[in-house]
């Protein structure tokens, strides 16, 4: 029997060790957004800001005086941005509207910015505007999207004073896209129920196509828009940050957050947050079973299942195996795990690995095998890994 437990006790140890190296090896992800893409300004993530002007965790805060652009009316003295609904409005002192929608093109706001022991300003401009539906079969949402652009930066000072050394002072840069460069709204693995589009036949090259009716952008391509995403913030690891209806996200196409809002959750709806809707959504999207460390990467197919049955396009092409069930998700992480998503066995994931898997999940997470479901707010099953 001692030589059982102290056989049991180093498989343990080992299958801790695997684990370690399947989370810092395999797992891509970046922060909290796993396979996305969220603003960074001046080695900073902007994670949520505040339209009352408070600083958020990383010290970032937003300046809601809306700067109108030359010869527009859409800004100065008592003007102010804010995110209702995922809409930018302009509202005067009162609250009354001031302008919306295309109105605001050309108009900025400025943030502040901690770099090192300074302040930096980041004047950002809404340079466009355009729409994308969320992900649902039925009962989809037209979302309006906005083109941010950084149009002038740099160390704030006084008038009449200097710059700290090695900075610039606050003033007009070439702009510069806030979101990444041709991202998407949705992976490549994600074409269940779009449409397959073969634009040369002799290119061989496949593309994807929104399915017909949908209104706005095209899922699969490229993008340097965000969504707007307010009612709660989160922190590096998707765990709540704040909540009111001040905070705001801008979500850049392929980051958590965008994701969270196309699957049809809106943190504007308080009874999703008390409900730990909003942050099991974005623990699964990035595999964080614990609340913490990310256990995913993109491009990684995942069939999910949602609490209300609520059907979404963009799952794995039904051609492919699935199986088996990955985990259910509730509040802050995983209940239950019973396999990891990166363990494919087409990355050279070898079987005699599962229960070294189990025993590591339980020590590191304290987590057990899904043997029922009930009660989850999503269920996964992993895409072409082992078959139990």
């Not at 900073?44 to 505040?50: A, C, D, N, V």
């Not at 913490?292 to 963009?314: C, H, L, M, N, Q």
Request: hydrophobic share 40%.
């Amino acid at each position: 029997m001692m030589q059982i437990s102290r056989v049991l006790a180093a498989a343990a140890v080992a299958s801790t060790a695997l684990l370690t190296h399947v989370r810092t090896a395999d797992a891509a992800c970046h922060m909290w957004q796993c396979g996305g893409n969220t603003p960074i300004l001046w080695g900073t993530f902007i994670r949520g800001l505040s339209s009352q002007g408070e600083s958020n965790l990383e010290g970032v805060v937003l300046h809601p005086e809306l700067i109108a652009s030359p010869g527009g009316r859409c800004g100065g003295t008592g003007v102010r941005v804010v995110v209702d609904d995922g809409v930018l409005r302009a509202v005067g002192r009162d609250g009354a509207p001031v302008c919306t929608g295309s109105e605001l093109i050309g108009a900025a706001f400025d943030l502040d910015v901690p770099y090192k022991q300074h302040k930096i300003r980041v004047r950002v401009q809404v340079a466009a505007m355009d729409q994308v539906s969320t992900w649902e079969r039925e009962k989809a949402m037209v979302l309006p999207t906005y083109r941010f652009e950084v149009i002038a930066q740099g160390a704030w000072v006084a008038p009449g004073g200097e710059p700290p050394r090695g900075l610039a002072a606050f003033a007009p840069v070439t702009p510069m896209p806030l979101c990444e460069t041709s991202d998407t709204w949705m992976e490549d693995w994600q074409t269940e129920g779009l449409l397959a589009v073969q634009p040369s036949p002799t290119a061989g090259i496949m593309e994807y196509h929104n399915p017909e009716g949908t209104v706005g952008q095209r899922w699969q391509g490229g993008t340097d828009h965000a969504i707007l995403v307010n009612g709660q913030s989160y922190d590096e690891h998707g765990s709540s940050a704040m909540i009111g209806q001040q905070w705001f996200q801008i979500a850049c196409a392929g980051s958590a957050i965008a994701k969270m809002r196309l699957l049809g959750v809106d943190p504007k709806q308080p009874e999703l947050i008390e409900k730990g809707v909003t942050v099991s959504t974005l623990k699964m999207l990035g595999a964080r079973y614990g609340g913490t460390t990310a256990f995913t990467r993109k491009g990684t197919p995942i069939r999910w299942e949602r609490w209300d049955a609520r059907a979404f396009y963009g799952g794995p092409d039904p051609r492919l195996a699935l199986g088996p069930l990955e985990a259910a998700w509730r509040g802050d992480g995983a209940v239950c795990v019973s396999h990891l998503r990166l363990a494919r066995v087409s990355l050279g994931w070898p079987v005699m690995f599962e229960a070294f898997v189990q025993m590591a999940m339980a020590r590191v997470y304290g987590t057990r095998p899904c043997g029922t479901t009930d009660g989850a707010i999503w269920v996964t099953t992993t895409v072409e890994h082992v078959m139990h």
